[in-house]
């Protein structure tokens, strides 16, 4: 288990959880996604982390079901030794990537980038 | 007295009012994907703001369970052939427009199941769910069609239902390929009802698309309706009784011995139930035969147009018959293996439980 290679939003969450520190609630691993993602879906990061449960990253536990959460427990997760490797693994991956492109490449690019476009030169008889 | 009496009027009263916010938390309750539920429904009760806010909250969190569980490779490929599947069985009797309309909303249903199918409960009942869910919506989709114009639903119920088992159930076998459960060998002993269950389902089906196939083709000579019919359930129950050690076969009624474990003579019993490759002469002569059975009527049909005497062939109702009964022989290969895998468990299993019973029993110290 936990072979894969993390996706984008899988390295979110991951991400999320390790902010968190041990025993991350579905709501707040949201809250920290929001900071993290545009606009993330709470639908698509249970589904995600039910995966990454799979995978072997994260372990789960539920808690007594609470009053304020109309009788549901709340499910904490924690991230595994296989997990923070992957993470891990990300992150040099993603510092190899921002290594290989050079500094003077973001002080040289003027955003938007725009094309040089080609000009008509004007003829010389109209010269 | 009196205030017992206003006591009950106050419990009407109550009763009578409706509850508006109860009856949408109990509708968004029901929305949610079970196997999230919990987590959804108490992030939801956490962050409450108003009846509006739910809504929209509830409808993303669905659109994302939606999009996540179909993100996976396999997906587009397996929709699309699915969809064309369900759009060839319904061409006989359809323009090709409506009949992709009719494949694209039975599809869709199909993504909405898979989206709220338990990733950790996939297996082969799944597929089992997934044929009753194809079928059932192709049926349904077609009687609305058919309401629509005229209302002749009577005359229509039969290529209704042949056209559900055709595109429904060729469909699902599709799906079963892509979305094979990853480890059948392991899980085999614990789907043993739900592959016997695929079994009865591809025999059903070939069957009924057999009768079908004999109403499409008119045959003349007086008997050969009936034989062609009924010829195909004679050989699959003799297939069966071949692999039965004994007198009876599979229908034989269950005899319990005292010299025999009882989990072996479970064992016995289910390794008669589902077909295996076989390994003599006559059991391999028998499963063509079956198939040869099957092929008949569309020889009959080609034989006829050859001499030109098809102006009482249905051709529409042949067609779709034929692919279907194509795909579904190509897919017996997969599930002849599925079936001799289960059995392997099988008896994986009763060796496991014999050897366990052949052990002594640890002794446990007691430090009274």
Redesign the interface.
């Known amino acids: 288990m936990g072979k894969d290679r993390l996706a984008d939003f899988e390295e979110s969450i991951l991400s999320a959880i390790a902010a968190l520190g041990e025993d991350a609630y579905?709501?707040d691993i949201?809250k920290k996604l929001c900071e993290i993602e545009k606009k993330p879906?709470?639908?698509?990061?249970?589904?995600?982390l039910?995966?990454l449960e799979?995978k072997g990253y994260v372990v789960s536990r539920y808690t007594l079901p609470?009053p304020?959460?109309?009788g549901?427990?709340?499910?904490l997760y924690r991230m595994k030794p296989e997990g923070a490797a992957a993470l891990q693994e990300a992150f040099e991956k993603s510092k190899r990537r921002i290594q290989a492109v050079p500094k003077s490449f973001w002080s040289f690019v003027k955003w938007p980038i725009r094309f040089p476009t080609y000009r008509k030169e004007p003829k010389k008889s109209d010269a | 007295m009196a205030d017992k009496v206003s006591n009950v009027q106050k419990r009407a009263q109550k009763v009578r009012r409706i509850n508006y916010r109860t009856i949408l938390f109990k509708i968004v309750w029901w929305l949610l994907?079970a196997?999230?539920r919990?987590?959804?429904?108490?992030?939801?009760?956490?962050?409450y703001k108003s009846p509006w806010h739910l809504i929209r909250?509830t409808i993303?969190?669905?659109?994302?369970?939606?999009?996540?569980?179909t993100q996976e490779p396999y997906y587009p490929g397996m929709a699309i052939i699915q969809m064309l599947t369900i759009t060839v069985s319904l061409l006989g009797t359809m323009t090709p427009f409506r009949a992709g309309v009719l494949a694209g909303a039975v599809s869709a249903g199909l993504l909405v199941r898979d989206a709220y199918t338990n990733?950790?409960k996939r297996g082969y009942a799944c597929f089992l769910w997934d044929a009753v869910t194809a079928i059932a919506l192709l049926a349904v989709l077609q009687v609305l069609d058919v309401l629509r114009p005229s209302g002749a639903l009577l005359a229509a119920f039969p290529w209704i239902g042949v056209q559900s088992l055709a595109g429904g159930a060729s469909a699902s076998f599709f799906r079963l390929i892509f979305r094979m459960p990853p480890n059948p060998l392991d899980r085999a002993f614990d789907d043993y009802r739900v592959i016997f269950y695929i079994n009865v389902l591809w025999f059903t089906v070939c069957i009924v698309l057999m009768s079908a196939a004999v109403e499409a083709v008119p045959f003349d000579t007086p008997g050969l309706i009936s034989f062609l019919s009924g010829a195909p359930i004679v050989v699959a129950c003799m297939l069966l009784h071949q692999q039965r050690e004994g007198l009876g076969g599979a229908l034989s009624p269950r005899l319990t011995s005292i010299s025999e474990h009882p989990v072996q003579q479970d064992a016995r019993v289910k390794n008669a139930t589902l077909v295996v490759p076989p390994e003599t002469l006559a059991g391999r002569l028998l499963e063509i035969g079956f198939f040869v059975l099957l092929a008949v009527p569309f020889a009959a049909a080609l034989w006829k147009w050859w001499t030109k005497q098809d102006a009482w062939i249905d051709w529409y109702q042949v067609r779709p018959i034929a692919g279907a009964l194509l795909i579904l022989s190509i897919f017996w290969i997969r599930i002849r293996q599925l079936n001799a895998e289960t059995l392997k468990a099988l008896q994986k299993k009763v060796k496991e439980e014999l050897k366990a019973l052949e052990k002594p029993p640890e002794k446990k110290d007691d430090h009274t």
């Not at chain 1, 879906?41 to 995600?48: A, I, L």
């Not at chain 2, 993303?60 to 569980?69: L, M, P, T, W």
């Open positions: 579905g709501l949201y879906n709470q639908g698509s990061m249970y589904v995600t039910d995966r799979r609470l304020e959460r109309g549901q427990p709340k499910k | 994907p196997h999230i919990s987590e959804l429904w108490g992030n939801f009760q956490q962050s909250e993303n969190a669905i659109r994302g369970v939606i999009r996540r569980q990733p950790d």
